[in-house]
């Protein structure tokens, strides 16, 4: 609303109104006194502003909006204290609230997920409240109405979605609730299709490097220095096979843009020596006997298994089918058992060494026994028995594996031992056959098998008669298997021929070569020796104990000694 003032025009009046007479001289001022200042005034009635105008040099009214209130000054809002001047224009109109129904759209960080809510104001009608006349106005305004907002709709969603941009997976359903509730609270009314991932390229290796043997709880008797186990392949022996990568499939954001899958990995098999790929990559396999390595993402076969320190309870018993090179000592009670060469940079103290193909020991042996091949015909004859039934007792497992995953097996609940038992009664009947072999050549042979003396009883109390029903599990016939593999490993190691034993110095030990002794130290002292074609010790003495050649010679530097000691040759 415009109010225009009622001003008194002080131009209008004459300031000094004279009288001229006859000397034209001014009228003077009869009372003496000055006009007083009068400040302006401004008055609100009805929503009609008066401004009364100041005189004799009066101060201008001053006015100040409240909220709710647009006061314009010449046609320009003012928001804080104004002071008037001639000539403006004051305009004052009530600020109404204008009622509120909005949709508010958000989007999450992945841009997967779109939330709306209903955002609803009540809109209120004001009055510009009276004021009297007064040099300042402070004007203000009071509720005059309510006025309800209007109801959402699902229009209004759809129109705030595409606003925001959201043009994929709304859902529609959503949406219609979330109307017809009025909800206040972010709800989700879009979802994205997320991109599928896809399968990484894999390699599946087929063997172990080194591997802890598993200790049977029920054994009556466990060797704690048996705890490993070293992995021997042969030519064509499947390695390593690579699984291919199956790519993703790409996803769609709420923006509709489309999310592209990770890119999948695919690694690439990578041999060395002893090693090569088939299949277009996809396989690696052995060329060469000799144990598997994995040297950081490179599969090698290498003939040596190394022990970088000493051979002690901490690397366990060592049992290899090639050579083997220990860059230390061999120490009490260990065992170090090779179908190879075995050569050691250190002694070999109260300890057990056998190489098929030689022994080669670059300082002394104390209180140990060394044995370099062995009985060949002897060994030959038990090894084809042991070897046939460890394939006999490896299928034997895989069928009751076979069996326990049939269908019609797991429903007619058979416990695993009488499966055993009727599996040896068919397929495997073999088996027992095998055992009663084996008990008679240990009953010919006890030395064969003395490091095994529990393995004869297992295998018959377990796969002979009605023992296989007392079996609660197939895994009780593992450690068995094992006792069996070590077993064929310990035969191949005998059976050798002309395999030498060096060493360079001997006292209280026992050496055993199908071969020669070479002894390049200072000597032996209460030593058994037992050569196939000689012993060979130039620069040393023999001191105590006793020689046997089968043929070839014996040579010393010096035999006995001062004090009468027994000296065998």
């Not at 409240?129 to 305004?141: G, V």
């Not at 088939?278 to 022990?307: C, H, S, W």
């Not at 002897?378 to 490896?394: D, G, I, Y």
């Amino acid at each position: 609303m415009t109010a225009y003032d009622d001003r008194i025009r002080l131009d209008d009046l004459p300031v000094n109104p004279t009288v001229e007479d006859g000397n034209k001289h001014p009228i003077e001022d009869v009372s003496g006194e000055a006009e007083t200042p009068v400040d302006g005034r401004i008055m609100i009635q009805d929503s009609r502003v008066t401004v009364i105008p100041p005189k004799a040099g009066g101060r201008w009214p001053a006015i100040k909006p409240d909220k709710n209130v647009l006061v314009k000054v010449n046609g320009k809002e003012i928001k804080d204290k104004y002071t008037l001047s001639e000539g403006d224009v004051v305009e004052v109109l009530p600020a109404d609230e204008e009622p509120v129904c909005d949709i508010e759209v958000t989007v999450d960080s992945e841009k997967m997920r779109a939330f709306a809510a209903v955002r609803r104001k009540v809109g209120r009608k004001f009055k510009i409240r009276d004021l009297p006349e007064s040099s300042f106005a402070f004007i203000t305004a009071e509720p005059l109405d309510i006025v309800n907002p209007p109801e959402p709709t699902v229009e209004l969603v759809m129109e705030k979605l595409a606003e925001a941009g959201v043009v994929y997976g709304v859902d529609a359903e959503a949406v219609e609730n979330l109307v017809a509730e009025r909800r206040s609270l972010p709800t989700l009314v879009a979802e994205g299709r997320r991109p599928v991932d896809p399968v990484d390229g894999s390699v599946k290796f087929l063997f172990t490097e080194i591997g802890e043997k598993d200790i049977d709880p029920n054994a009556t008797r466990v060797d704690l220095y048996d705890r490993i186990s070293i992995p021997w392949v042969k030519p064509g022996d499947v390695l390593a096979e690579k699984v291919d990568p199956k790519p993703g499939q790409p996803g769609i954001d709420v923006y509709g843009k489309q999310i592209r899958p990770r890119n999948y990995r695919n690694p690439v098999l990578s041999v060395g020596e002893g090693v090569e790929l088939i299949n277009e990559g996809r396989q690696a396999v052995a060329t060469r006997e000799g144990r598997p390595v994995l040297d950081g993402k490179t599969i090698k076969v290498i003939p040596t298994f190394v022990v970088p320190k000493n051979a002690d309870a901490s690397t366990g018993h060592i049992r290899f089918s090639g050579d083997v090179m220990i860059n230390g000592d061999v120490l009490d009670r260990i065992e170090v058992m090779s179908g190879g060469l075995v050569e050691i940079q250190g002694l070999v103290s109260h300890a057990k060494v056998m190489g098929q193909q030689g022994v080669i020991v670059r300082k002394g042996v104390i209180g140990g026994q060394i044995r370099a091949g062995g009985v060949s015909a002897e060994c030959k004859a038990v090894l084809s028995v042991v070897q046939l039934l460890t394939t006999q007792m490896e299928a034997l497992l895989r069928a009751v594996r076979q069996l326990q995953r049939d269908p019609r097996m797991q429903e007619a609940k058979i416990p695993e031992g009488q499966i055993v038992k009727q599996l040896l009664e068919g397929r495997f009947k073999e088996i027992p056959k095998q055992i009663v072999v084996l008990e008679d050549h240990a009953a010919s042979s006890p030395n064969l098998f003395e490091r095994f003396p529990h393995l004869l009883p297992a295998l018959r109390k377990k796969l002979i008669g009605l023992g296989p029903t007392a079996i609660g599990s197939s895994r009780e016939l593992q450690p068995l298997l094992k006792s069996l593999q070590d077993l064929a490993l310990f035969l191949e190691a005998m059976q050798a021929a002309d395999a030498d034993i060096e060493v360079k110095s001997l006292q209280n030990a026992v050496l055993e070569a199908s071969g020669k002794v070479v002894i390049g130290g200072a000597g032996c002292y209460y030593s058994v020796i037992t050569a196939g074609k000689g012993v060979k010790a130039p620069r040393g003495l023999l001191r105590g104990g006793r020689v046997t050649v089968h043929e070839g010679n014996v040579e010393f530097k010096e035999l006995g000694g001062p004090g009468g000691v027994t000296t065998e040759v």
